[in-house]
């Protein structure tokens, strides 16, 4: 029997008490679900009914949302990826600098297209990937940079676009963490020729599963619209009883279109994503502000080009000293336990992440060179290491929560750093499943 006091080795924890649920839907999400239920369209490929349908509103509205020129809505974030890196030309055997710190999709996607997947480190101050990393890894088979604006910062945008502009390699903007964001007063996603959005359940905009990607170029729009349509663009909304889509085949698409039902939802729950945001923001400076008198525990801090900020998992990089040496894995379970809601260390770095696997790619007629050329193995990533040994993140609903919630957040924090001794006891290694 154990006599801690940590809730992980069966102590009374921080917090008893929910956290926000998420996602969220209100009677107003109710009511458009069921318009396109007693709706007679379902999906975009379906027979008009006479009306717009609700993707072409979304897609206007987030493009009015995020003062993008056009918005292509799509099943995921991954076919979001997918088909900005196709309408931007990525082939077989391109090379796609990603970073080494992200979610998996965005390698995958890379891999999906039978194009090389090159993994840049990232900058410790932001977690995104580094500019001057990314300029040394240019090779002349480079076909896009992608940026990802992970957690709550923005990469350098500034310094990508100029590298885009000079060398003419299209910048692909992964804002699948960043919806609302702003740099120097414009959203994210607006600086390269593509941003690409996830409305997956996590995500700060979401119907459960949906994508999108923004774009300022009409020509780059009319490629992505039929690659997600299957060949097809939409023409005028027309009669009822017969097909908004119009067959082009400029490109070979595929169907990844979002359902009218989701699309719906999206449309709905964008009207409440500032409010949303700003509360996030709120909490997450009265956490800071908590936090900033603790030494050992710090949150990342972003530059003035960074106007509007936003929060989808908040990260607190943590001295392993102050908490006895424990791992970041170690803390985070501790500190789940205390607040009863997943707190987690930042991903795997992809150098070494489980799910990219690129050797159980179908073989094809891929040669073992251009198998070792898509191996994640032969990066170092040692910014992306540091930030797995150091960092743990909250998920974004805990930052909906009343100020009394960091107050949970911060006590757990102190608490744990306090018994960090006795949680040295338990076990140190990665937990199973990561978020
Ligand atoms: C969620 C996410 C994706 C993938 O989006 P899905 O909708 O899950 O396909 C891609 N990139 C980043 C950074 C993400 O967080």
Redesign the pocket.
Same mark, same amino acid.
């Given at each position: 029997m154990s006599s801690s006091e940590l809730a992980v080795l069966g102590g009374t924890p921080v917090r008893s008490a929910l956290w926000p649920k998420w996602p969220r839907a209100d009677q107003g999400t109710l009511n458009v679900v069921a318009d396109v239920l007693s709706s007679a369209r379902w999906a975009v490929s379906g027979a008009s009914d006479g009306k717009v349908c609700y993707e072409r509103r979304f897609a206007e509205a987030f493009a009015a949302y995020t003062g993008a020129g056009y918005c292509t809505p799509c #099943? %995921?974030? %991954?076919? /979001? *990826?997918t088909i900005a890196l196709q309408a931007a030309g990525v082939g077989r055997g391109d090379e796609v600098l990603v970073p080494g710190l #992200?979610?998996v /999709? !965005?390698a995958s /996607?890379v891999l999906a297209l039978g194009a090389v997947p090159v993994l840049v480190d990232i900058d410790p101050a932001t977690l995104a990937m580094s500019p001057d990393s990314a300029e040394a890894a240019l090779t002349p088979r480079t076909a896009a940079i992608m940026l990802?604006? *992970?957690y709550c910062n923005l990469g350098d945008l500034d310094r990508f676009l100029a590298i885009s502009q000079r060398t003419g390699i299209p910048l692909v903007e992964?804002c /699948?963490?960043a919806h609302g964001a702003q740099w120097r007063g414009r959203s994210v996603g607006t600086f390269g020729v593509a941003g !690409?959005f %996830?409305?997956?359940q996590?995500?700060l905009l979401t119907a459960g599963?949906?994508?999108a990607v923004i774009t300022n170029s009409e020509g780059y729009h009319r490629r992505l619209e039929q690659f997600k349509c299957d060949g097809r663009l939409f023409g005028p909304t027309t009669a009822p009883g017969r097909l908004d889509l119009v067959e082009v085949a400029s490109v070979q698409g595929q169907n990844f279109n979002l359902s009218e039902l989701q699309a719906a939802v999206l449309l709905d729950r964008l009207a409440v994503l500032d409010e949303e945001n700003a509360t996030r923001a709120l909490r997450a400076e009265r956490l800071c502000g908590l936090l900033s008198g603790v030494p050992g525990v710090e949150a990342l801090r972003s530059g003035d080009q960074v106007t509007r900020r936003t929060y989808?998992n908040l990260v607190l990089r943590l001295e392993p000293a102050a908490f006895a040496g424990c791992t970041a894995d170690a803390v985070a379970r501790a500190l789940s336990a205390e607040l009863g809601t997943q707190v987690s260390p930042v991903y795997v770095p992809l150098s070494r992440h489980r799910l990219l696997c690129p050797d159980k790619l179908p073989r094809g007629d891929l040669s073992d060179i251009e198998l070792a050329r898509r191996d994640p193995r032969q990066y170092e990533l040692p910014n992306a290491e540091e930030a797995r040994r150091r960092c743990v993140t909250l998920t974004q609903p805990v930052l909906l929560d009343d100020e009394g919630g960091m107050d949970d957040v911060a006590q757990a924090i102190t608490k744990v750093m306090k018994l960090a001794d006795e949680l040295l006891t338990t076990p140190q290694g990665p937990s199973a499943q990561a978020f």
């Open positions: #099943t %995921s974030g %991954s076919s /979001a *990826l #992200t979610w /999709a !965005c /996607a990802v604006h *992970l992964d /699948a963490q !690409c %996830s409305m997956q996590s995500k599963e949906g994508g989808y």
